[in-house]
């Protein structure tokens, strides 16, 4: 690995939170700044070459580790050899952080939409972490609205640490669905999908176009369907961002 791109890093605590789910947290060996919302490329290398992939970041700029949520892709380039590390194991990290789905400073607007399923939490616990840290990160005058959806209560690392965020940083709510109930022992929270909570909350609680920046991390017909909604409800373009984990397949064409 060239040490002129890459830094070294030392896997310091592993949450696994269900076969193909877990959180890393990673010490590295030299400075690694970044702005709340942005993502790492972490990287190995093996007898077939340098393997890497970008991967956002959960903890803040003002913690001294990086952490980061992460699904198995039993056939991805990178997240097989990720899934096999634990504490005191190494691999590298690129020496830049990149991305621009950081908090919006531009349009002026106070309120926030976050919109995320499962992985895709990571950027908003950045930002959120970020602010709980520093009040200067947002306006006093900013609200927050995180709508955090899974298929089952499993599947979210950060329910207790949203909860108490929540109920310390002024203007933020944070709610919690999942669309399999039935499989969920004793789940208080929401039930549906992302789409499905959006529109029972976004109005309600008056995050609408005008003063409202929305950002949509994770699955990514989830994005299409909730771009589509706030389409229909007048945000502009610019007043959507979105972070895209992957691109799905396209379908093989009918045959004749």
């Known amino acids: 690995m060239d040490p002129n791109k890459y830094l070294r890093a030392r896997v310091t605590g592993r949450r696994d939170l269900s076969e193909d789910l877990w959180t890393l947290r990673l010490a590295l060996d030299a400075p690694f700044p970044f702005k709340p919302g942005q993502y790492a490329t972490l990287a190995f290398e093996d007898a077939g070459g340098v393997h890497e992939r970008a991967y956002s970041i959960a903890s803040s700029p003002l913690e001294s580790e990086l952490e980061f949520f992460i699904e198995l892709v039993p ?42 399923t499962v992985t895709g939490v990571a950027p908003f616990m950045s930002m959120l972490r970020t602010w709980a840290r520093d009040p200067s990160f947002a306006p006093p005058e900013t609200r927050i609205l995180l709508i955090e959806a899974a298929s089952r209560d499993y599947e979210f690392p950060y329910v207790p640490e949203l909860d108490e965020l929540a109920g310390k940083l002024p ?39 005008g003063d409202t920046t929305a950002y949509v991390c994770g699955h990514p017909q989830m994005i299409e369907n909730v771009k589509g909604m706030l389409k229909r409800g007048g945000f502009a373009k610019e007043a959507v961002h979105e972070e895209v984990y992957w691109i799905p397949a396209k379908a093989a064409p009918a045959s004749a």
């Open 75 to 116: 056939e991805g380039e990178t997240t097989p050899t990720l899934h096999t590390l634990h504490a005191g194991d190494e691999l590298w990290v690129r020496k830049s952080a990149k991305g621009l789905f950081t908090l919006d400073r531009k349009s002026g607007h106070h309120h926030h939409l976050f919109v995320a």
């Open 171 to 209: 203007g933020v709510k944070v709610v919690h669905a999942v669309s399999r109930s039935w499989e969920c022992q004793g789940w208080q929270g929401e039930c549906g999908r992302a789409e499905d909570i959006l529109r029972k909350y976004a109005d309600a609680d008056g995050f609408t176009a």
